[in-house]
Nanobody, 118 residues
Framework: QVQLSESGGGLVQAGDSLRLSCAAS????????MGWFRQAPGKERESVAA????????YYADSVKGRFTISTDNAKNMVYLQMNSLQPEDTAVYYC???????????WGQGTQVTVSS
């Protein structure tokens, strides 16, 4: 089992930045990949970014490329999502997830709300 806990969400204005944090209870061989997802009201959950604990093989959705950066701190079992130039369309609940190398995610956090006002 892997417990995940997100933090860092909040209410910001367009153009502002936020850094989301995800604390993982442990790292496992089965879950070498960590991802950030988001779900806006009335929309399906979408993948935002992903990374291996090694720091390699990053992925970004087209909608966040150049604005968001995913990173890890292996010593602390932490995953971060630095979000810059936030826009109202980034408003969503953001979830952290742990998965395998094929992007099958097995463990999820409870989510943190990000609201961007115009």
């Amino acid at each position: 089992q892997v417990q995940l806990s997100e933090s860092g969400g909040g209410l910001v204005q367009a153009g502002d930045s936020l850094r989301l944090s995800c604390a993982a209870s442990r790292r496992t061989l089965r879950t070498p990949r960590m991802g950030w997802f988001r779900q806006a009201p009335g929309k399906e959950r979408e993948s935002v970014a992903a990374i291996r604990w090694s720091g390699l093989e990053t992925y970004y959705a087209d909608s966040v490329k150049g604005r968001f950066t995913i990173s890890t701190d292996n010593a602390k079992n932490m995953v971060y999502l630095q979000m810059n130039s936030l826009q109202p369309e980034d408003t969503a609940v953001y979830y952290c997830a742990a998965g395998d190398r094929n992007d099958n995610y097995y463990y999820w956090g409870q989510g943190t709300q990000v609201t961007v006002s115009s």
